[in-house]
């Protein structure tokens, strides 16, 4: 079974600096690589997705990520953090649905995004 | 269009009683799912119904039961709740995107508000 690996539990920047959040899978084979958000007592939004093609993928909100094969990771990016960004980031992997364990989401466990105005 | 939709929003519940959650969605997805979300543990997948008249088993399936009601309805009941399920739970749906060549990719989900459930 793949799993997800979020290194950074806890990220502290000021308003514009620049954010990159760690990501990590373990899977051979292809993989669809997501990055969701979570706003103060909201639910899950996607942020972006990759499924194949251009490995640097842009997401709403000035978000990007870059899938790196043979590293195995999808790191999210942001050249200048915003106060409304304070969030927790969830890294996600799924199988395509060809394969035999499709349609499950593993998730990372979260990085919580703390922006100082 | 309300998306994905659950009820209650927040419940407290002493050990041993039990308890159904509802959730529906008005995409016509053919797919659903229940997570919790523990502090620490990102999102567990509890249950998922690939179609209507189907479910499967996700990462933490104990001490819940499921029923995909219909396409729009999926619920998650908890016969005899226990302090341990004390959680947040998301509802999702999500369905097929078709990539290139006449692939089928996956799956980009969409969550429901949450549900906070507290365990006495």
């Known amino acids: 079974a793949q799993s997800v690996s979020q290194h950074n539990h806890h990220v502290i920047l000021s308003e514009a600096a620049s954010l990159e959040l760690g990501c990590n899978y373990s899977?051979?084979?292809?993989?669809?690589l997501f990055w969701y958000v979570q706003y103060p007592g909201q639910h899950l939004q996607l942020l972006l997705k990759y499924f194949s093609g251009d490995p640097l993928v842009k997401g709403i909100k000035g978000f990007e990520a870059e899938f790196i094969k043979s590293k195995f990771s999808f790191n999210l990016r942001k050249p200048s953090v915003q106060w409304s960004d304070t969030a927790e980031y969830f890294c996600a992997v799924s199988l395509p649905f060809s394969s035999g364990s499709a349609r499950q989401l593993t998730f990372g466990s979260g990085t919580q995004l703390t922006v100082l105005p | 269009n309300a998306g994905v939709t659950q009820t209650p929003k927040f419940q407290v519940l002493k050990t041993g009683q039990s308890m159904t959650l509802q959730c529906a969605q008005d995409?016509?997805?053919?797919?659903m799912y229940w997570y919790r979300q523990d502090p620490g543990m990102g999102l567990r997948l509890i249950y998922y119904s690939a179609s209507e008249g189907t479910t499967d088993k996700g990462e933490v399936p104990n001490g819940y039961n499921v029923s995909r009601l219909n396409k729009r309805e999926f619920s998650l009941r908890l016969e005899s709740a226990a302090p341990s399920q004390t959680s947040v739970y998301f509802c999702?749906?999500?369905?097929?995107?078709?990539?290139?060549?006449?692939?089928?990719?996956?799956?980009?989900?969409?969550f429901g508000p949450g549900t906070r459930l507290t365990v006495l």
């Open positions: 995409m016509n997805h053919n797919s």
């Open positions: 899977y051979g084979g292809t993989v669809n």
């Open positions: 999702a749906s999500s369905e097929v995107l078709a990539g290139g060549s006449g692939a089928v990719w996956g799956n980009e989900q969409f």
